[in-house]
């Protein structure tokens, strides 16, 4: 133990206080090579975390563009029974001529628009309605075009190889 009373005793040097002559440097962020790694791992992580999520998003996406067809559809039963016969224009259902949809099923703008909603006639008279996909949603080569015929029967086109039954 040291003290001061002691003849000779010498106390052991204190550091040198911040800010002083001989203080070590603080370190003041980081290093060029810490941020190319990090920079890396978040290019590696966006790789394969963004296909997974537009995928999501697409896969999602048809859910609307189905629930939009069978919404047509029961408005067309009500039409039938109200008129004795199938409305043959979308406006005639209480819908907008072009109809077009966003991601809420909501009648939206051109730009916006997931699908476009369109009646199929054959000579004049209602035989379905179908979802065209529309913008980002066209990029959805699994399940292209969505459609129901007035009976109920379900369809799908979709791109050479693809099977279209999973798209109902």
Same mark, same amino acid.
């Given at each position: 133990m040291w003290t001061d009373s002691e003849p000779g005793a010498k106390r052991p040097a204190d550091p040198p206080a911040?800010? &002083? %002559?001989?203080?070590?440097?603080a370190p003041?962020? +980081?290093?060029l090579l810490e941020l190319l790694i990090s920079l890396?791992?978040?290019?590696i992580l966006l790789g394969v975390a963004l296909p997974a999520y537009q995928g999501s998003v697409?896969?999602? =996406?048809?859910? $609307?563009?189905?629930a939009v067809l069978l919404d047509v559809l029961a408005r &067309?039963?009500?039409? +039938?029974? =109200?008129?004795?016969d199938y409305a043959a224009a979308l406006t005639d259902l209480g819908l907008p %001529?072009?109809?077009? $949809?966003?991601? &809420?099923a909501q009648p939206a703008d051109r730009a916006r628009a997931i699908y476009r909603i369109r009646l199929d006639l054959l000579a004049s008279v209602y035989?379905? $309605?179908?979802? $065209?996909?529309h913008n980002l949603q066209a990029r959805d080569t699994q399940c292209q075009i969505l459609s129901i015929s007035r009976q109920g029967v379900r369809a799908a086109s979709a791109s050479p190889g693809t099977a279209g039954r999973r798209c109902w």
């Open positions: 911040k800010g &002083q %002559a001989g203080a070590a440097p003041r962020g +980081f290093s890396l791992l978040v290019g697409l896969h999602s =996406n048809r859910a $609307v563009g189905r &067309q039963e009500a039409y +039938f029974l =109200n008129h004795r %001529a072009p109809y077009y $949809v966003d991601g &809420q035989s379905g $309605v179908r979802a $065209v996909p």
